[in-house]
């Protein structure tokens, strides 16, 4: 058997292991199908996360197959799941009220605990969910990363004809404009990468692409910064309408805000990080399910898993959308 590991930032491992003989009572052993590199993926492997830890295996946006139980599972053997890498407590003042996302106690697959790229893995059964049946495998594995955004955008009001900008068109902004797009706002894309800008405009009828300098000020109902820099946090504030909302998804280290426009403007500035454990997940299997829900567009390429190096260069390199990894055919290094 075979597991990918980050050793130190920039090093990529496969190291052999024996599987495990036994599951405890309360956990599933998993053989994934696919899993999604994210950005937080890449970085750990750049070693920008300062709370990371190594050698640490990577690995959260996950769909596989139950290949063992313990005595209190109630899944079945070869129940499909998603696994909801955050491994919240349970306990704690936040998990009390049902924020699991801010549980000040959780770990994270592929950041400080060990994730999935790998020919199986165990964990608790509480963190994984069932797939239904008739949604495919390629979908599947954008339920985590897409819970991030229906996480997000329940935080304002968007309906038919909600003018919303979203800035920043990796896996993030592109699921944001699918969503967007389903509920019937106008939508505008913004990126300084005009092949991603393309490709918005090829696979949403209707939605409008733009670079941030032809971005009108004071112009948009919402806006969904998913850049994660500070010139896209800026911006978001000067393009939103007086009284609306800026969500920020995108994980910019620092920005200096113009305090005053805000104040003036009385916008609301949200902050979301990941999603409820499992009701955004369901919420996400939900909108996946329905048939004119257009999310293929976010995948760019899928590799074998013994292709990780290029996987993992093409994911890096900034230009493709979600790079995904195929678990199903055996590895060898």
Not at 159 to 166: D, H, L, V
Request: hydrophobic share 40%.
């Amino acid at each position: 058997m075979w597991s990918l590991y980050i050793n130190n930032p920039s090093e990529l491992e496969l190291k052999e292991f024996q599987s495990e003989q036994s599951v405890k009572d309360n956990e599933v052993r998993i053989k994934p199908i696919y899993g999604g590199i994210c950005g937080s993926d890449i970085s750990v492997f750049k070693g920008r996360l300062p709370h990371a830890t190594y050698p640490i295996r990577p690995g959260h946006e996950l769909v596989g197959t139950i290949i063992d139980a313990g005595e209190k599972v109630e899944y079945e053997i070869g129940t499909r799941v998603v696994v909801g890498p955050n491994t919240f407590c349970g306990t704690c003042e936040y998990c009390s009220k049902g924020q699991t996302n801010i549980c000040l106690n959780k770990e994270s697959l592929g950041v400080n605990r060990d994730g999935g790229f790998s020919e199986e893995f165990v964990i608790p059964s509480r963190f994984v969910l069932p797939v239904p049946d008739h949604l495919l495998d390629e979908l599947a594995v954008l339920i985590e990363p897409f819970s991030v955004v229906v996480h997000a955008l329940d935080k304002v009001n968007i309906a038919e004809g909600t003018r919303i900008a979203i800035i920043g068109c990796g896996t993030e902004g592109m699921l944001a404009v699918a969503l967007a797009h389903y509920l019937g706002a106008t939508i505008t894309a913004v990126d300084v990468n005009t092949e991603k800008l393309k490709k918005v405009e090829e696979s949403f009828l209707g939605v409008v692409s733009s670079l941030p300098s032809e971005m009108k000020d004071d112009y948009f109902d919402v806006v969904i910064e998913a850049a994660g820099v500070e010139s896209a946090v800026i911006q978001a504030v000067d393009v939103v309408k007086p009284g609306g909302d800026v969500v920020l998804v995108g994980m910019a280290t620092e920005a200096t805000l113009p305090i005053v426009r805000i104040v003036r403007k009385e916008v609301t500035i949200h902050g979301s990080i990941i999603y409820n454990f499992p009701d955004d997940f369901q919420k996400s299997i939900n909108f996946l399910s329905e048939e004119c829900f257009n999310a293929k567009p976010v995948i760019s390429k899928v590799f074998p898993f013994r292709e990780y190096v290029k996987a993992y260069n093409e994911a890096v390199s900034g230009r493709h959308g979600k790079i995904i990894l195929d678990f199903r055919e055996e590895c060898s290094e």
